[in-house]
Structure formats: C-alpha cells, structure tokens
C-alpha cells in the first residue's frame, strides 16, 4: 500500500504560481512512477504530469509544457509539482498518483494509488 497526502494548493491570480507537494508512505516510493492529475469542476480527471522512478524522465500534458515542472525527493518520498504562469483554466483539484511500475504514465487507469486531492483556484 502507498498512502499519499498532498499540499500547496490555494487561491493565486492568474499569472501567479503554486508549488504543489506530494508526501508519500508506505510501499517503496523511490522505485515507482508518479503523476499529477486534475480535475475542474463538471469535467473528467485529466493528465497533467508524470514522472518516472528516478526523476529521469518526464510527461506532460500539453496545456503546461514549459509552465509546469514535476520533480521529486526519493530522499524525502516526496513528489512535486511546480506551476508558472497560472492560468483561470488550471482551477481544479490537483490529484497525486503512484504507480507500481517504474515507468511515466499518463492515463489514470495506469496508476495504482491515489491522493484525496488538494484545491487550486486561479482567478482572473
């Protein structure tokens, strides 16, 4: 089992940025994947980005390439997300994913472990 809490959110106007943390235990953090997911209200829970076991590869969704950097503390168990240049659009609940496997994955499906998630609010 993995247990993963994140932190960081909060309301920042646009143009701002957040840096978003992920804390894990239990299972062996420093040999799986992890990502960030989010989801806006009244939509579907979408990829934003991923990383794989030794923060030597990277994934990101297209909307924040070169806004968003995801990086990680296998020292720390602990995952980040950092976000330049919010924009009204990103207002979501920013989700923190595990994955058994090693490798980056972008689709839900493919992560075993989930965050309960923290609030981001951007406004214009």
């Known amino acids: 089992q993995v247990q993963l809490v994140e932190s960081g959110g909060g309301l920042v106007q646009a143009g701002g940025s957040l840096r978003l943390s992920c804390a894990a235990s239990g299972r062996t953090f420093s040999s799986s994947a992890m990502g960030w997911f989010r989801q806006a209200p009244g939509k579907e829970r979408e990829f934003v980005a991923s990383?794989?076991?030794?923060?030597?590869?990277?994934a990101y969704a297209d909307s924040v390439k070169g806004r968003f950097t995801i990086s990680r503390d296998n020292a720390k168990n602990t995952v980040y997300l950092q976000m330049d240049k919010l924009l009204p659009e990103a207002t979501a609940v920013y989700y923190c994913?595990?994955?058994?496997?090693?490798?980056?994955?972008?689709?839900?499906?493919?992560?075993?472990?989930w965050g309960k998630g923290t609030l981001v609010t951007v406004s214009s």
């Open positions: 990383i794989n076991w030794s923060g030597g590869r990277t």
């Open positions: 994913a595990a994955r058994i496997a090693s490798k980056v994955a972008t689709t839900a499906s493919d992560m075993d472990y």
